[in-house]
């Protein structure tokens, strides 16, 4: 079924606003009246986490996330017609997903989380209902240059503005570059940060850096360093927590702040940054990734990891549902989480002793970012693909 049914199919008002509804949902050109919070979503997802915490006794599955970066429809806060083309997107996506049993982790730029209030406060608080999560993607240059006191009065900013559509923004992504980055999203009351990638390592002191990552100092773009954490398998499937920007790639017991680590696939990537890639090997890899993780879980442990897509642009859905399937192929061994279920997760265990040290696998330079180009990633010629 269609989360956003209603919306998907709405057309741009005529000029004259004639089309305009008193609620200001689709057909309005007037910014709709948004609605005083309630607690009635954040109960909810309060109790479908203790649902989540009593089921998960018996279950020894590895959970993974899938971000969904919520973003570049520019000028869509002040369009109506580009907002609905977004959510029209968002509405496909929550339709394939639900066709494979995936939960969904909406994660807003500044802008769709303005135009969601001027004209669709409902979404965010309908996406929760159907069972996914939504929070605040900070990736947006929104935070740049700030420094640590002025980052977090902007992510209080963030939070309330999703606060004001229904929604209790629990973790971040794009938290970083910045010092200070950790400090500021523990300020702002944001309890985890996901998508880390390697721009991040540059808060580090020198004695937390790990060795042969003295290039990232001179990284100029997160664009550029916008690998993943490279990680040892098992290490990179157990959050953990910390209170320092310069030493969190360490373990502090009972930090204030979760950090869940991700993982790339070349399909998610690429559809990401509409740039050209082979379906074939790609879904090929993703199911070979699935399986190194689930080699490498530790047994009475949480075991968690996140991938990303940005949407943005229309991904390839064939694509997306052969990842789907393979997936599904392995559901006795992992499954789908909203990341507010890994952050109580992760929050349980905090307390232990710390993990080791973390070995970091990969210290190759970025020379190479994301690109943007002009319309969906194709596929190779003749690539065919398995059965979504």
């Known amino acids: 079924m269609a989360v956003l049914s209603g919306l998907a199919a709405c057309t741009s008002p005529p000029p004259d606003g004639s089309g305009a509804s008193a609620d200001g949902r689709p057909g309005s050109s007037a910014p709709a009246a948004v609605p005083a919070p309630t607690d009635d979503v954040s109960d909810q997802v309060a109790d479908d986490a203790a649902d989540d915490a009593a089921d998960y006794a018996a279950d020894d599955r590895w959970m993974l996330s899938l971000a969904v970066h919520v973003e570049r429809h520019q000028g869509e806060a002040s369009d109506r017609a580009t907002f609905d083309q977004h959510v029209a997107l968002l509405d496909e996506l929550a339709v394939v997903a639900a066709d494979h049993d995936v939960v969904l982790n909406f994660e807003a730029e500044t802008e769709f989380v303005a135009a969601a209030t001027a004209f669709g406060p409902e979404i965010p608080r309908d996406l929760i209902a159907s069972g996914h999560s939504f929070s605040q993607h900070s990736g947006d240059r929104s935070t740049s240059g700030l420094t640590a006191g002025e980052r977090t009065t902007e992510l209080r900013r963030q939070r309330d503005a999703l606060a004001s559509l229904g929604v209790t923004a629990r973790y971040l992504s794009g938290a970083c570059p910045g010092d200070g980055w950790v400090e500021a999203a523990a300020d702002a009351e944001f309890e985890a940060a996901t998508g880390l990638t390697e721009i991040c390592l540059q808060s580090l002191d020198d004695a937390h850096l790990p060795a042969g990552m003295a290039w990232i100092r001179s990284c100029a773009s997160a664009t550029i360093c916008h690998d993943p954490l490279h990680l040892e398998p098992a290490a990179s499937l157990h959050p953990w927590t910390t209170d320092s920007s310069a030493s969190w790639l360490g373990d502090i ?23 050209d890639y082979d379906a074939t090997a790609a879904v090929e890899e993703f199911g070979a990734l699935l399986d190194q993780l689930d080699a490498a879980r530790t047994a009475g442990r949480l075991n968690a990891t996140g991938f990303t897509i940005s949407i943005g642009p229309e991904p390839d859905w064939d694509v997306l549902r052969a990842m789907f399937t393979e997936v599904s192929a392995r559901a ?50 003749g690539a065919t693909l398995p059965p979504g």
């Open 253 to 275: 017991p009972d930090g204030r702040l979760v950090l869940v680590v991700g993982q790339e696939a070349t399909a998610l990537s690429a559809m990401s940054a509409e740039a």
């Open 332 to 381: 006795d061994r992992m499954r789908w989480a909203r990341y507010d279920e890994i952050i109580d997760r992760a929050r349980s265990e905090a307390g232990a002793p710390a993990d080791p040290p973390l070995v970091y696998t990969d210290t190759t330079p970025d020379d190479a970012g994301a690109t943007q180009g002009s319309g969906r990633p194709p596929r190779s010629p």
